[in-house]
């Protein structure tokens, strides 16, 4: 059955809470109501652009309102949204626009993206100009959504690059629908009361299931840095927005330690979780004396967007990375792709309801669902942890 995911993600939540704010930016607060009609009027432009249903787009924008516009009013139009960092060289974002064959751009005026060039590049969108104003005025206050089939591509997230050119993963339209959000759902909890901030940037991976997925999916609210994640601005935005929950890689609840008892007294925060790299024992020992407040560990990967083993809240065992969440299924295997019997590390192999399509995938699934995510992992009574 076809449908569009931008409607079940948010339409619950435009007709039961639509004056409650969905985004905090930079002293911007944005209601669901303004949120849905800001979503529509892009996905109307975009419509009207001379595009054809499944294009690409690429967007080169900071974490901030338009991003959440742009991405999710695109997906509506049907379209498909490329996120990637705004703060790309020329270099780089030629290679994305080239490699998904983007159709159009989304950026800011004076970045590289205003300049960006492409041989199949139709529209260059600038959202802080005039003209894209002008276009924003004159759309109309609804939009036919684009259904979406369930093995169509609805989103590209690009690999980090860390072992070759980055590579691009296309994501299902399921992906994004509330029903897939096992770990916000039943592990951390999620309602429409917390207040969701996470340092990871909407162009990874991790830092857009959070924001997306985690906090609109939840009728939560969600705050933006644009920025850089300085310890100042960070220390500026929890004091502010008093997130219950923290998203952000053990780096950043490094550099926040030195004072994360002040940014914790007022109470607010409820859960950290981490992601990324492993979490040293040490710094989720520090953290919770200085906060009281856990950090639970969370491990995803760019095939499967979404975290199939994580720590659980009253059951965090320092240093690992924490238990398989159900339905998905874990297993280490040696070279050889066969299974490792005891307390021997081997590579991690995980199969799941993920719909992971196998274009441009690096590791790819083998025949019985398994795909390799290239980490080695120790486990030990079903408790995994980082080699």
């Not at 983007?102 to 959202?127: E, N």
Request: hydrophobic fraction near 45%.
């Amino acid at each position: 059955m076809k449908c569009n995911p931008v409607q079940t993600l948010l339409d619950r939540h435009v007709s039961e809470r639509g004056a409650k704010t969905a985004l905090l930016c930079d002293g911007q607060s944005v209601s669901y109501a303004e949120l849905d009609a800001r979503i529509t009027a892009y996905a109307a432009v975009l419509q009207s652009a001379g595009l054809v249903p499944g294009d690409r787009i690429l967007l080169s924008l900071p974490d901030s309102p338009e991003f959440v516009y742009d991405f999710l009013g695109s997906i509506l139009a049907g379209f498909v949204p490329v996120p990637c960092s705004d703060l790309l060289d020329r270099k780089a974002l030629a290679f994305l626009l080239d490699d998904c064959r983007a159709a159009a751009l989304f950026g800011r005026s004076g970045s590289c993206a205003a300049a960006a060039q492409s041989s199949g590049l139709k529209q260059v969108f600038l959202v802080d100009s005039p003209a894209w104003r002008r276009c924003e005025d004159v759309a109309p206050a609804s939009c036919s959504p684009s259904p979406i089939a369930d093995d169509a591509a609805c989103f590209i997230l690009y690999t980090s690059g860390s072992t070759g050119a980055p590579k691009g993963i296309a994501h299902s339209g399921g992906m994004l629908l509330p029903a897939a959000d096992i770990f916000g759902r039943d592990i951390l909890r999620i309602t429409p009361a917390d207040v969701l901030f996470s340092v990871s940037k909407m162009h990874f991976g991790f830092g857009l299931l959070n924001s997306i997925v985690h906090g609109l999916g939840a009728g939560a609210t969600v705050i933006l840095l644009p920025g850089k994640p300085t310890l100042a601005a960070l220390r500026q935005v929890i004091a502010a927005g008093r997130p219950t929950l923290l998203f952000a890689v053990p780096a950043i609840y490094a550099l926040l330690l030195g004072g994360a008892d002040q940014l914790c007294s007022a109470g607010s925060l409820r859960l950290c979780v981490s992601s990324g790299e492993a979490l040293a024992g040490s710094l989720f020992l520090d953290w919770l004396e200085r906060t009281g407040v856990a950090i639970l560990d969370s491990v995803g990967a760019t095939e499967t967007f979404h975290a199939f083993i994580a720590s659980r809240p009253g059951n965090v065992v320092p240093g690992a990375a924490g238990r398989v969440i159900p339905p998905w299924e874990a297993r280490l295997v040696d070279e050889a792709g066969k299974e490792v019997i005891g307390d021997l590390p081997g590579f991690l192999e995980v199969r799941g309801p993920a719909i992971v399509r196998r274009s441009a995938m690096e590791h790819r699934p083998s025949a019985e669902g398994w795909l390799r995510t290239g980490d080695m992992f120790q486990a030990r009574d079903g408790l995994f942890t980082f080699a």
